[in-house]
C-alpha cells in the first residue's frame, strides 16, 4: 500500500528568536502541532547566530568572522540550502512557506532574486511582514540615532543580545511567581505592543524562557540601516570598496518585491510596533501574487504565535488556503 506523503510545511521565526516560537503554546494553539494534527510534514528553521544555530563548518562562533552576516545570508545563502536539503529528505519538489516578521523578510529577499528557489513554493504566508521599517516604533529605533561606532563600542562585533543563563533564571524562578507577571509580561511587549488579555499568562515563564535567542550585531545594524533608509535594501558595509567587493556596485542594491512571484497570503496587527501597519500598506501593492489579506485590529507583534486568539484569527484560514490548494 503506498501511502502519499504528507505536504511538507516550513516555519520560519521572527529577528531575535527561534523556532520555539511555533511550540511554545498549547497543542492546541501552536501553528506547528496544528499543522502536524492536520496531516502536514512540519519543518521549523532556526536564523544563523541564533541558540540553536551556531555551527560553522569553518568559523568559531568566538571569531569575528562567523558574526559578519545578516538577513541578506540568511536570504541568499540559509533559506536556499534548508529549502533544497528540505526537498531533498522528503522527496517533494514544493512546500509551504510561514514566515514571521524577520522570516518574512528574509523570504521576500530570497524569493524575489533567486527564481528557482521561488519555483519550490506554493504559497508564502507572511504573519507580520517586514520589509520597510520606516514606520517601526519598537526600540530598534533606538539604533538608528547611533552611529556605527557607538553600536560597536557598546555591542561589540559579534553577537547581539543572546540567550543567558539570567534571562533563564529570571524566567523560569522569577516570571513564574504570580508577583511578578505583571513586570515580566510589561517586559515582553515593550518590543513589540501591548495586549494582555490575548496572552495565557500562565505560561509567561515558558515565553520568557525561550525569548532572546539572539543574532549579530552586523545584523542589528542590518535593521537600523533600513528603518533610517526607509528603503529594503541589502546591508550597507559602510564603504564603496567593501561594497564593491560583495555586490559589484558602490552602494548596496535594493530588493524589489515586485519580481517576487510566488502566490502570498498576508496577516498585519492594527497594534503592532514593529510591522507598523503603513509600512505594511506600502508593502501591499508590490506583492504582485496577493491571495489574501488580513488586518486584525487588536494584534501585536508577538500576537501572531502567542496569541489565544491566533488559531481563529489566522490558522484555521492558512490551514483552509493550503487545503485549498492540495485539491486544485
Known amino acids: 500500500m503506498s501511502q502519499t506523503p504528507r505536504p511538507v510545511v516550513y516555519l520560519q521565526h521572527g ?12 497543542p492546541n494553539n501552536s501553528l506547528a502541532f496544528l499543522l502536524a494534527d492536520t496531516g502536514y510534514d512540519v519543518w521549523m528553521g532556526n536564523s544563523r547566530g541564533n541558540t540553536w544555530s551556531r555551527k560553522h563548518l569553518k568559523f ?40 514571521h516578521s524577520q522570516g518574512t523578510t528574509i523570504a521576500f529577499i530570497a524569493f524575489s532574486t533567486n527564481p528557482e528557489l521561488a519555483k519550490r513554493i506554493k504559497i ?10 520606516k514606520y517601526t516604533q519598537s526600540p530598534m529605533k533606538k539604533f538608528t540615532i547611533l552611529s556605527r561606532e557607538v553600536v ?48 495565557n499568562m500562565s505560561r509567561l515563564d515558558v515565553y520568557l524562557a525561550q525569548s532572546s535567542a539572539g543574532t549579530s550585531v552586523q545584523n542589528m545594524l542590518h535593521w537600523a540601516q533600513a528603518a533610517n533608509s526607509g528603503l529594503f535594501q541589502a546591508f550597507d558595509w559602510g564603504n564603496p570598496d567593501q561594497n564593491m567587493m560583495h555586490f559589484h556596485q558602490l552602494t548596496p542594491p535594493l530588493y524589489d518585491v515586485t519580481k517576487m512571484e510566488v502566490p502570498t497570503a498576508v496577516w498585519s496587527g492594527g497594534h503592532d510596533r514593529v510591522a507598523d501597519v503603513r509600512d505594511v500598506e506600502n508593502l501591499l501593492p508590490k506583492i504582485t501574487r496577493l491571495i489574501y489579506y488580513k488586518l486584525i485590529p487588536h494584534y501585536n507583534h508577538v500576537d501572531f504565535y502567542l496569541g489565544q486568539d491566533a488559531p481563529q484569527e489566522i490558522y484555521q484560514d492558512l490551514i483552509r488556503l493550503m487545503d485549498e490548494c492540495l485539491q486544485n
Open 124 to 133: 508564502f504566508f507572511a504573519l507580520a511582514p517586514v520589509i520597510t521599517v
Open 152 to 199: 560597536k563600542a557598546l555591542f561589540g562585533d559579534k553577537m547581539f543580545y543572546p540567550h543567558t543563563f539570567f534571562d533563564q533564571f529570571i524566567a523560569t524562578k522569577v516570571c513564574n511567581q504570580k508577583l511578578f507577571r505583571h513586570i515580566c509580561s510589561n517586559f515582553l511587549f515593550t518590543l513589540s505592543g501591548f495586549d494582555p488579555q490575548n496572552l
Open 60 to 99: 568559531s562562533p568566538k571569531s569575528r568572522e562567523y558574526w559578519a552576516f545578516s538577513v541578506d545570508e540568511m536570504a541568499n545563502y540559509d533559506l536556499p540550502a534548508t529549502i533544497n536539503f528540505i526537498v531533498k529528505k522528503t522527496g517533494q519538489e514544493r512546500l509551504y512557506y510561514v514566515g
Open 15 to 26: 529577528l531575535i528568536a527561534s523556532a520555539t516560537n511555533w511550540i511554545c503554546n498549547l
